[in-house]
C-alpha cells in the first residue's frame, strides 16, 4: 500500500474522476492509483488568508512557504536568475542566506523545517524520504498540502536544473543563435517552412 492510502474512488472528485477516467480509456494512464493519491490536493478556491504567492496564486499552501521553497529549489540547482529574485515580502536577503542551513533560522515554522527538509532530500536524495518523513509531514500539514508540497517541490526541482543547464549569466557565445523562424514551431513545421522557402 502507498505511503499515503489513495482516495477511494467513489469519494474522487467528479471533475479529476472524469479526467482519469479520460486517461485510462485512451491509454495516457495505465494506473489510477497515483492519480487517487494526487486528487487529495483538488480543491476550487486558494485559501482566503491574504498570504498568496504570485507565481502560485491557488495553492494550499502559504505564499511565504511557497517563497521559501522556491529560493531554496533555486539554491539547490544553482539557478541564479531564481536564487536573486524575490517575490513575496519578507525574502530578504538575509532571510534567504540561513535558507543553506534552517537551523540557523529562528523565524522559522516548524512546517517551514519540514518543507525545506523535505525539498532538500526530495533534491539531493530522494531515496530517504520514508515513513518517518511522511509521519512528520501528517503532524503539520493536511494530507492535500502534502501531496501540493511533493508536486510544488518537485517541479521546482526540474526547473531551476534546467535554467542552470542554460547558463542564464554565461559569457561565452551562445550555442543556439536566435532565430524567429524556430519560435512556437515543431520540428516538422521547420523543415515544411524552409522547403517552402526554397522551392
Same mark, same amino acid.
Given at each position: 500500500?502507498?505511503?499515503?492510502?489513495?482516495?477511494?474512488?467513489?469519494?474522487?472528485?467528479?471533475?479529476?474522476?472524469?479526467?482519469?477516467?479520460?486517461?485510462?480509456?485512451?491509454?495516457?494512464?495505465?494506473?489510477?492509483?497515483?492519480?487517487?493519491?494526487?486528487?487529495?490536493?483538488?480543491?476550487?478556491?486558494?485559501?482566503?488568508?491574504?498570504?498568496?504567492?504570485?507565481?502560485?496564486?491557488?495553492?494550499?499552501?502559504?505564499?511565504?512557504?511557497?517563497?521559501?521553497?522556491?529560493?531554496?529549489?533555486?539554491?539547490?540547482?544553482?539557478?541564479?536568475?531564481?536564487?536573486?529574485?524575490?517575490?513575496?515580502?519578507?525574502?530578504?536577503?538575509? %532571510?534567504? /542566506?540561513?535558507? *543553506?542551513?534552517?537551523? @540557523?533560522?529562528?523565524?522559522?515554522?516548524?512546517? !517551514?523545517?519540514?518543507?525545506?527538509?523535505?525539498?532538500?532530500?526530495?533534491?539531493?536524495?530522494?531515496?530517504?524520504?520514508?515513513?518517518?518523513?511522511?509521519?512528520?509531514?501528517?503532524?503539520?500539514?493536511?494530507?492535500?498540502?502534502?501531496?501540493?508540497?511533493?508536486?510544488?517541490?518537485?517541479?521546482?526541482?526540474?526547473?531551476?536544473?534546467?535554467?542552470?543547464?542554460?547558463?542564464?549569466?554565461?559569457?561565452?557565445?551562445?550555442?543556439?543563435?536566435?532565430?524567429? %523562424?524556430? /519560435?512556437?514551431? *515543431?520540428?516538422?513545421? @521547420?523543415?515544411?517552412?524552409?522547403?517552402?522557402? !526554397?522551392?
Amino acid at each position: 500500500m502507498p505511503r499515503i492510502e489513495p482516495m477511494p474512488w467513489d469519494q474522487v472528485p467528479a471533475k479529476e474522476r472524469e479526467m482519469i477516467e479520460a486517461g485510462m480509456k485512451s491509454g495516457g494512464f495505465t494506473d489510477p492509483l497515483p492519480l487517487q493519491i494526487f486528487a487529495y490536493a483538488a480543491h476550487d478556491e486558494a485559501p482566503d488568508d491574504g498570504d498568496r504567492h504570485p507565481n502560485f496564486p491557488r495553492h494550499l499552501l502559504p505564499g511565504r512557504l511557497l517563497e521559501l521553497l522556491r529560493i531554496r529549489s533555486a539554491q539547490l540547482g544553482g539557478c541564479e536568475p531564481c536564487m536573486a529574485s524575490r517575490k513575496v515580502p519578507g525574502a530578504t536577503s538575509e %532571510a534567504v /542566506a540561513c535558507l *543553506t542551513d534552517p537551523s @540557523l533560522r529562528g523565524d522559522l515554522s516548524q512546517r !517551514e523545517r519540514l518543507a525545506l527538509e523535505f525539498i532538500e532530500m526530495l533534491a539531493t536524495d530522494h531515496h530517504q524520504i520514508g515513513d518517518d518523513i511522511y509521519r512528520r509531514l501528517a503532524e503539520h500539514f493536511t494530507t492535500a498540502e502534502i501531496i501540493e508540497l511533493g508536486l510544488t517541490c518537485a517541479h521546482q526541482i526540474g526547473t531551476h536544473r534546467f535554467l542552470h543547464t542554460l547558463d542564464p549569466y554565461g559569457d561565452a557565445p551562445p550555442v543556439i543563435c536566435f532565430d524567429p %523562424a524556430q /519560435a512556437g514551431v *515543431t520540428w516538422d513545421q @521547420l523543415q515544411a517552412q524552409r522547403q517552402a522557402a !526554397e522551392a
